[in-house]
């Protein structure tokens, strides 16, 4: 069983439509980090959330951590090709370690 | 700065064989995370080291194991390999321990158990 679970499992749409993926938990994190991971390589950091309620935005991306820090969202503005990709969230709890979740599979179609 | 670099790439081998990955971390880092990735599982954390100490460990049988030396390299080994076993295995630096902190993850090493 996952700590962390995140919906949809695949998501394929056209370019420039946008879309939400969500991480879910019971559990409380002290910060939840989200990556990108590409075919052949490992994940790539995009953005750590560490405060309830705290929304970040990264150009079309923005995040946001829920009140009770035991979830969060990316939104994705406008997607394009370049979008596609492995998105994961990780949670950090205070035992030091980092929990995973499955990841959904981006395809942004040209 | 150089990136985290994992050798090999790719690696075959047979059921029960043993196997030693290696990972090199940005230089500075003292924090070497270990991960195995598999479509069914998703990515599921090994181990950390710091210091040449162990600071965590997943749910994984004695069959893995890890070290840490004085430059912050790591190596981790997996003996009497099973079919199951076959993954990307990641590694991930960080400049310290704990899940808080940014970690850089290297490019994996693929393994392939027949």
């Known amino acids: 069983t996952q700590l962390l679970e995140q919906s949809p499992q695949f998501l394929s749409i056209q370019e420039g439509e946008n879309l939400t993926v969500y991480c879910n938990s019971s559990?409380?994190?002290?910060?939840l980090q989200w990556y990108r991971q590409e075919p052949g390589e490992g994940p790539v950091l995009l953005v750590t959330?560490?405060?309830?309620?705290e929304v970040k935005k990264l150009k079309r991306l923005t995040f946001q951590f829920g009140d009770a820090r035991k979830d969060s969202s990316l939104h994705i503005t406008a997607a394009q090709p370049g979008d596609t990709g492995l998105y994961l969230c990780?949670?950090?709890?205070?035992?030091?370690?980092?929990?995973f979740g499955a990841g959904t599979t981006v395809t942004v179609r040209a | 700065k150089a990136g985290v670099t994992q050798t090999p790439r790719y690696l075959i081998k047979t059921r029960g064989q043993q196997v030693t990955l290696s990972c090199s971390p940005i230089?500075?880092?003292?924090?070497v995370s270990w991960y195995q990735q598999t479509p069914g599982q998703g990515l599921q954390f090994l181990f950390e080291?710091?210091?040449?100490?162990?600071?965590n460990k997943g749910n994984f049988p004695g069959r893995f194991s890890g070290r840490q030396f004085s430059n912050s390299r790591s190596e981790m080994n997996v003996s009497t390999l099973e079919l199951g076993d076959s993954a990307l295995y990641l590694c991930?630096?960080?400049?310290?321990?704990?899940?808080?902190?940014?970690?850089?993850f290297g490019p994996g090493t693929r393994l392939t158990v027949l």
């Open positions: 991930a630096s960080s400049l310290s321990s704990g899940g808080n902190n940014e970690q850089f």
């Open positions: 559990s409380v994190f002290s910060s």
């Open positions: 959330v560490v405060t309830g309620g």
């Open positions: 990780a949670g950090a709890r205070n035992d030091y370690k980092l929990s």
């Open positions: 230089s500075g880092h003292r924090s």
């Open positions: 080291y710091f210091s040449e100490t162990q600071r």
